[in-house]
């Protein structure tokens, strides 16, 4: 056989081999790319994404969208090949399984957590849209989860709304926690609570519990910590909302969406047009204080957004320097730490009074 045809059929052969090995030899990574992007003022699968009824709404334009990230799910194997490719790609990240799904979480775990933060950043984001209106929203602290064999187990239920903890008044959430821990192993919490089913009949009836019930329990140490005192719930918060509001969106998970969504109630609940017609994205989880909370995958969400159309990007303060690294052509990042910063900027974005706004920068 000449050289040249030996040389040639060795290295055909080496690429085959190569290429069978990109596609055969696994890798711990996942994918990270854009994911859909959806305007929180229109319409997502044949119906409004924000509907509301029991009090006035008005016309609104432009867009105000929800970004998202689309991942590799928990059982996918991905190859070296594809592995490659994603490292080249500029609008993909490959990133260690793990910091997509830590502690060896399944796909359907990871998908339950997803919901559950997706429930609740609606919820956050209807007191944050109110709050910033000024418009009535009443909260109380209840029991969200009892954990089986624990001390609460058969005394509180979820749903019993908190009043006191030692005779103290219980305003937030966190007041719970903070009352029980100081206490030490063993020693008796008192906890004053209204009934589920009182709660429940009150609210029905739109007036205020009278039944109080004060459950005594002796707390126990924390798995993790031998001088951490607990009971063994979980506390949460119910808000009462003054009419209603719905969010309709299918297949999203994770709390990002939160300012997005209360941005699109504060629009709908105004006289005047918020976006002024322009096409505005953003992210960011909420609370029902209206703080903006980082999120992951803001890289992904910004090149997803402007290539749906966007201008302008509502990006997190604590995501401003990865943000602004990279920025896609065309797109300006707005920094927004508060519902209420992204209010304004909004305002100022309708008026065409972009010149100040605060923009991400790189550090």
Same mark, same amino acid.
């Given at each position: *056989?000449?050289?040249?045809?030996?040389? *040639?059929?060795?290295?055909?052969? *080496?690429?085959?081999?190569?290429?069978?090995?990109?596609?055969?030899?696994?890798?711990?990574?996942?994918?990270?790319?854009?994911?859909?992007?959806?305007?929180?003022? +229109?319409?997502?699968?044949?119906?409004?994404?924000?509907?509301?009824?029991?009090?006035?709404?008005?016309?609104?334009?432009?867009?105000?969208?929800?970004?998202?990230?689309?991942?590799?799910?928990?059982?996918?194997?991905?190859?070296?090949?594809?592995?490659?490719?994603?490292?080249?790609?500029?609008?993909?990240?490959?990133?260690?399984?793990?910091?997509?799904?830590? &502690?060896?979480?399944?796909?359907?775990?990871?998908?339950?957590?997803?919901?559950?933060?997706?429930?609740?950043? !609606?919820?956050?984001?209807?007191?944050?849209?109110?709050?910033?209106?000024? $418009?009535?929203?009443?909260? !109380?602290?209840? #029991?969200?989860?009892?954990?089986?064999?624990?001390?609460?187990?058969?005394?509180?239920?979820?749903?019993? #709304?908190?009043?006191?903890?030692? +005779?103290?008044?219980?305003?937030? *959430?966190?007041?719970?926690?903070?009352?029980?821990?100081?206490?030490?192993?063993? !020693?008796?919490?008192?906890?004053?609570?209204?009934?589920?089913?009182?709660?429940?009949?009150?609210?029905?009836?739109?007036?205020?519990?009278?039944?109080?019930?004060?459950?005594?329990?002796?707390?126990?140490?924390?798995?993790?910590?031998?001088?951490?005192?607990?009971?063994?719930?979980?506390?949460?918060?119910?808000?009462?909302?003054?009419?209603?509001?719905?969010?309709?969106?299918?297949?999203?998970?994770?709390?990002?969406?939160?300012?997005?969504?209360?941005?699109?109630?504060?629009? =709908? $609940?105004?006289?005047?047009?918020?976006?002024?017609?322009?096409? #505005?994205?953003?992210?960011?989880?909420? &609370?029902?204080? +209206?703080?903006?909370?980082?999120?992951? +995958?803001?890289?992904?969400?910004?090149?997803?957004?402007? !290539?749906?159309?966007?201008?302008?990007?509502?990006?997190?303060?604590?995501?401003?320097?990865?943000?602004? =690294?990279?920025?896609?052509?065309?797109?300006? $990042?707005? =920094?927004?730490?508060?519902?209420?910063?992204? #209010?304004?900027?909004? =305002?100022?974005?309708?008026?065409?009074?972009?010149?100040?706004?605060?923009?991400?920068?790189?550090?």
């Amino acid at each position: *056989m000449p050289r040249r045809t030996a040389t *040639m059929l060795a290295s055909t052969l *080496m690429l085959i081999a190569l290429l069978c090995a990109g596609v055969l030899i696994k890798v711990p990574y996942s994918e990270m790319s854009p994911g859909p992007t959806v305007n929180t003022l +229109g319409d997502h699968g044949g119906e409004p994404v924000l509907q509301i009824s029991g009090h006035k709404t008005y016309p609104t334009t432009g867009h105000l969208n929800m970004t998202t990230v689309r991942v590799t799910g928990a059982d996918y194997n991905m190859n070296i090949a594809e592995a490659v490719y994603g490292w080249l790609s500029h609008d993909n990240i490959v990133v260690p399984h793990e910091t997509l799904y830590p &502690d060896g979480k399944t796909e359907q775990q990871s998908s339950q957590e997803n919901a559950e933060e997706f429930s609740q950043s !609606q919820e956050s984001a209807k007191v944050a849209a109110l709050r910033e209106l000024d $418009l009535p929203v009443k909260s !109380q602290v209840i #029991v969200s989860t009892v954990f089986k064999d624990s001390p609460a187990e058969g005394k509180l239920h979820a749903g019993d #709304v908190i009043r006191k903890v030692d +005779g103290t008044p219980v305003k937030e *959430m966190t007041d719970v926690a903070d009352l029980v821990t100081k206490h030490k192993p063993g !020693q008796e919490v008192v906890f004053s609570v209204v009934p589920v089913k009182e709660a429940a009949a009150a609210e029905k009836a739109d007036k205020e519990a009278t039944r109080t019930d004060d459950i005594k329990m002796t707390t126990e140490k924390a798995k993790d910590d031998d001088d951490h005192a607990i009971v063994g719930i979980r506390a949460g918060t119910d808000h009462t909302f003054p009419f209603t509001i719905d969010i309709k969106l299918a297949d999203v998970g994770g709390p990002s969406a939160g300012l997005m969504f209360a941005l699109g109630i504060v629009d =709908k $609940l105004t006289p005047s047009d918020l976006t002024g017609g322009k096409f #505005v994205a953003g992210t960011g989880t909420i &609370d029902d204080k +209206g703080k903006v909370g980082p999120i992951g +995958g803001i890289g992904m969400k910004t090149v997803g957004a402007r !290539q749906k159309g966007a201008e302008y990007f509502l990006t997190p303060k604590d995501n401003c320097a990865t943000a602004a =690294k990279d920025v896609p052509d065309g797109l300006t $990042l707005v =920094k927004v730490n508060t519902i209420d910063d992204a #209010v304004k900027s909004l =305002k100022a974005i309708r008026k065409g009074d972009t010149a100040d706004l605060p923009q991400c920068t790189a550090k």
